[in-house]
């Protein structure tokens, strides 16, 4: 147990490690002009690859809850060059992904019931179980997403996805119906960047690489 904690703090300070140093970039002053307003300048791709660590702050969907760790996948193919707004350097794609991640949260000893139907007297019984083990919870999700880019200069790009996830969780398939990401990247050069991305169920901090 003492070493279970001493990982999940030293988890959390590689966390807060990270997102210094992606702010400390943010606040460097821009080497190049601003490209937000000429659309299309910008590096030329077809294809995004972003492997990344995920990190869950919140309590996820169905019966985990706490804080998880993990790590994840994510791909996005561009299909519009010029995006809703002309005048602007804007452009989007569509985003597929995979993350793992392990909650350290449970819903008591009972687990969490999943399904109920009315007893005698119209008391509710539980007819089904998930969970019910003082340990870790393992969830993958899957989420799809529309990614919105806005190209602001050289060095910066922000974006925002809404979406939808599946998720597995003690061997069920559930559905998420509503997702929402909105991040940006720190360009290394044109085709890597330093990816950070914050929403629900979770966040992430990884390298993507442009093709």
């Not at 299309?40 to 919140?58: C, I, K, Q, T």
């Not at 996830?165 to 909105?182: I, M, R, S, T």
Request: aromatic share 16%; charged share 15%; hydrophobic share 40%.
């Amino acid at each position: 147990m003492r070493r279970l904690l001493m990982s999940r703090r030293s988890l959390r300070a590689l966390w807060l490690a990270l997102l210094a140093t992606f702010c400390l970039c943010f606040a460097l002053p821009a080497s190049a002009q601003s490209t937000i307003k000429r659309p299309g300048d910008r590096p030329s791709y077809v294809f995004e690859l972003e492997p990344h660590l995920a990190l869950g702050l919140f309590n996820p969907p169905g019966y985990g809850a706490g804080t998880g760790f993990g790590f994840g996948v994510r791909g996005s193919v561009e299909l519009v060059k010029n995006g809703f707004i002309p005048k602007l350097n804007n452009s989007v794609a569509l985003g597929f992904g995979l993350d793992y991640l392990r909650y350290d949260g449970w819903q008591g000893p009972r687990g969490y019931c999943e399904q109920r139907v009315s007893g005698p007297a119209g008391v509710p019984i539980c007819r089904r179980i998930s969970g019910g083990a003082d340990g870790d919870i393992d969830y993958f999700f899957v989420p799809v997403v529309m990614q919105w880019n806005f190209w602001l200069h050289r060095r910066w790009s922000v974006f925002g996805e809404p979406g939808v996830a599946l998720y597995v969780q003690d061997g069920h398939f559930k559905f998420d119906p509503f997702v929402f990401y909105a991040g940006g990247r720190f360009h290394l050069t044109d085709n890597i960047t330093l990816t950070m991305r914050l929403g629900y169920p979770t966040f992430s901090f990884g390298v993507s690489f442009l093709f």
